[in-house]
């Protein structure tokens, strides 16, 4: 509760300091100072421990835990890639602002006991995107990519108000926590409630078939804020996913009404996502894909509704967005997004390219990295479920064939001559990559650091 | 501690070895193997008097109740003793190259070393599962960067098949956890009884992961292709202790823990093997590159060391075991040799060698001791080890002991045939060149050359090491159903 007010409330503070601040480079450390004061005001909600505004709003420790990873890695975000805004465009205490409110939304995701509240943080992190993706206004694609996802995201924000409309019209209640579906016969107005509001999040993390916005939003997009988008915003959309089909539709048998659903469109977004990236000729577009083979394996937390799953989901966002966070960051210094334009990074930036080879480890899901156990919770979680075993033989196989695409930027870097350079490579840059690595390793070593606050 | 330490060595040593350059990595890095085998040595003293006191446990991952669960019994110390016994051969004799980023080189070996050595002592299925992963990467790494020409696609065919592999594995794992009582440990896998249904496909899950490392027909195409291009040293490390890793995992953690599946598909598993073993033979008549060679016959004889794990009685498992040792350190001597070779005369082709033997009298005689042993001729050391592996085929089945005793025709023929070809002949114009071994090399063919007639004339340490625990566990499981 606390995160969520530092946040907006700061916010409307970054968009004034873009008023007075005329050095634009100083906003990025305004916007640090935010992330720090939201990270405090985060542990302090750790006190309180109930619900708030009527009931609308639960804190819990998975909550606290899921907006401290969200804050850190935007925090994480911010150093890495702050300096990039001012590429963009003008304004850039604008952007910061919109990231702000997109993160004051990541913040309901973790914690709502509402429908309502649930549309509104679905809402607030969209509209920001919207606009974000747009950003750059004098480039073609970039209008394109926020044209798109404006037209999708609406008519899917249809979907999810009528599924909230039909679930509300079965159950009485718009809070999750006491809809009592399972304990007699489910309604077919329930029944299309819930499968309305599963396709309207299942557009939300990009999962197949409801995937065709995000390549095209995620190339076209300035890559900064991709950076953002495929990252912490697709873990919190999927925070709020796991919540809503945890919380409400478990219970009895109703998850056997979905479970099959998902556990297709599982499937399939492993497959689509990790067959189309290994043809991808710009790392950009490879990365876009990968974060819908990813998306895969996080929908395994959702099929799976257990312990395990909030575990595993959890590790899977902190060590997915600090990954994908690190790669796009050394993206930005380069040139040429295509493969070749990794050629030989190694040569000339053995450090960058050191600390990218470990983000790709992590993200194929490499032991002694922290993608290693995400993999791991995710698939566990699948396998103790049960009826589920040839959904994680899918998984598997398709962790392999994301090896390929992802080691072929290694072997760019390493293998192939080229004259690949980074540009502005700051030893402040070089500090943070190393930082990020840092952690990607502890996690894949010591899985508990996190999951003991749980 | 002291099973800790054999990690911990090769893992900070490597790490440090980063810094490093030139000589400085090559004369640390052979110290550090040293000091790994010295630890080693110390580890098999205590063995004989208290093995208990060698197990090495603390917490890991609390959630999981997986732990950093280390121990070591008969077989396992074997493989440990191959590991640290060809590292620092290894290290001698590649002691006269010049490797480009040395201290990367020397450091991702002995990463890959610590990576073995976590296999070998891990008794918790997670532990096993990550150090399994981590012997690869460090390979991965070594073939595609100093490998040949074609190494960067070829190293990346091994490692996709064997990632592949091992997640499968994995998948196999995590059920198992959730069958056990929330652990990892291989007393709670192995005393889990499960429903010969699940064993059944089980099995294939682990199967197929080992029978990628061994590699086993079908699964066995990345390798050639990978020995060929890979730097020397590195080729040693593959099949010298790395497919060990395959023939290691199917005893300690297939057998004991799925033992109904095992027996559902021994025969299955024993038809592969075999037609691994004649297919490729017949392939390495056919070679006339060295390595190519080389590979193939390790294949074959990988091939009969599978087939003798799954016939399963006492006398092949036993036989099975001396043979990983005895194969490792063959092969490395043969390997020496071929790099030798390929040093000097900048060629590995056979057709273009011949008549070595009148210029170059030390390696000739030690090419063909290693060869003889390669082939398991009684005296040398593969001889001991193949008779059991045989003899234990001939008890399970004998129409499979009978084809696959065709091999050892076979191994004669490509073996005698390369010897005649390198060996003997015409001097040509580039074999006259060609210069005897060195000190280094010496050093590290003679002591593998003690190593084949003591263990062929005296195999018995070797056989008490491994007739402990290790064997009779997996026997027992299986007489007990």
Known sequence: MNALITTAVFGIVLMFVGLFVKQRQYIKYFAIAGTVLAFIANLMDAQCGFGMLHGMVEVSSFSVLFNAVAIASTALYFLLCGSAFEKVGEDVADYFALIFFILSGIMITGSYSNLLMLFLAIEIISIPQYILAGADKKNLKSNEASLKYFLMGSFTTGMLLMGIALVYGATGTFDIREMGLGTGELSPLALCGITLLGFSLAFKVSAAPFHFWTPDVYDGSPTVFTAFMATIVKAASFIAFMRLFHVSFSGGNVSGHWQLILAIITASTLIIGNLTAVFQQSVKRMLAYSSIAQAGFMLFAIVAHNEMASQGLILYAAAYSVATIGIFAILLKLNDYTFDGFNGLARRQPLVALMCTIFLLSLAGIPLTAGFFAKYFVLSAAIQQGNLLWLVIVGVLCAAVSAYYYFRVIIAMYFKQGEADATEVTPGFKAMLVIAAAIVIVLGIFPNLLLQYL | ?481
């Open chain 2, 1 to 481: 501690m002291l099973t800790l330490l054999l990690i911990l060595i090769p893992l900070v040593t490597g790490l440090i070895t980063f810094g490093l350059n030139g000589r400085g990595a090559k004369v640390f890095s052979l110290i550090s193997s040293f000091a790994t085998l010295a630890v080693t040595l110390a580890a098999w003293a205590q063995f004989r008097t208290s093995p208990d006191a060698l197990n090495f446990t603390a917490s890991w991952i609390p959630q999981l109740n997986s732990q950093f669960n280390l121990g070591l019994d008969g077989m396992s110390l074997m493989l440990v003793l191959l590991t640290t016994i060809s590292f620092p051969l290894i290290f001698i004799t590649v002691m006269g190259r010049n490797y480009e980023k040395a201290g990367a080189f020397y450091g991702l070996m002995l990463l890959s070393q610590a990576g073995m050595l976590g296999v070998f002592l891990s008794y918790d299925a997670l532990l096993f599962y990550v150090f399994w992963e981590l012997a690869l990467i460090p390979v991965y790494f070594l073939c595609s960067m100093w490998g040949g020409e074609k190494a960067i696609p070829v190293t990346f065919k091994f490692f996709v098949y064997t990632f592949a592999g091992s997640l499968l594995m994995l998948v196999g794992i995590i059920y198992i956890y959730f069958q056990t009582e929330g652990s990892f440990s291989w007393q709670s896998f192995t005393s889990l009884s499960l429903s010969n249904n699940e064993q059944s496909w089980l099995f294939w899950l682990f199967f197929v992961a080992f029978a990628i490392k061994m590699p086993v027909f079908p699964f066995h195409t990345w390798q050639p292709d990978a020995y060929e291009q890979s730097p020397t040293a590195v080729t040693m490390v593959l099949s010298g202790v790395m497919v060990k890793m395959g023939l290691f995992g199917v005893l300690r953690w297939l057998m004991p823990v799925l033992p109904e599946g095992v027996y559902m598909w021994q025969e299955a598993a024993i038809l592969l093997s075999v037609i691994g073993i004649i297919y490729a033979s017949c392939i390495a008549i056919m070679q006339s590159d060295l390595k190519r060679l080389i590979a193939y016959s390790s294949i074959a004889h990988i091939g009969l060391m599978s087939a003798a794990i799954f016939a399963n009685n006492e006398q092949s498992l036993a036989g099975v075991q001396v043979q990983m040792f005895n194969h490792g350190i063959n092969i490395i001597g043969l390997w020496i040799i071929i790099e030798v070779i390929e040093q000097r005369l900048g060629t590995k082709n056979m057709q273009q060698l011949g008549g070595i033997a009148s210029v170059a009298p030390n390696l000739s005689i030690l090419l063909v001791i290693v060869s003889l042993a390669n082939i398991a001729l009684p005296l040398t050391n593969g001889f001991i080890g193949e008779f059991l592996m045989f003899s234990g085929l001939f008890q399970h089945n004998v129409w499979f002991a009978a084809v696959s005793a065709v091999a050892i025709i076979l191994a004669a023929v490509y073996m005698l045939r390369m010897l005649q070809k390198v060996l003997f002949g015409e001097v040509n114009a580039l074999t006259a060149t060609t210069t005897d071994l060195k000190t280094g090399e010496m050093i590290a063919l003679g002591c593998i050359t003690v190593m084949i007639f003591v263990l062929g004339v005296y195999p018995k340490p070797l056989l008490d090491l491994v007739s402990g625990t290790g064997i009779q566990n997996t026997v027992a499981a299986l007489t007990g159903r």
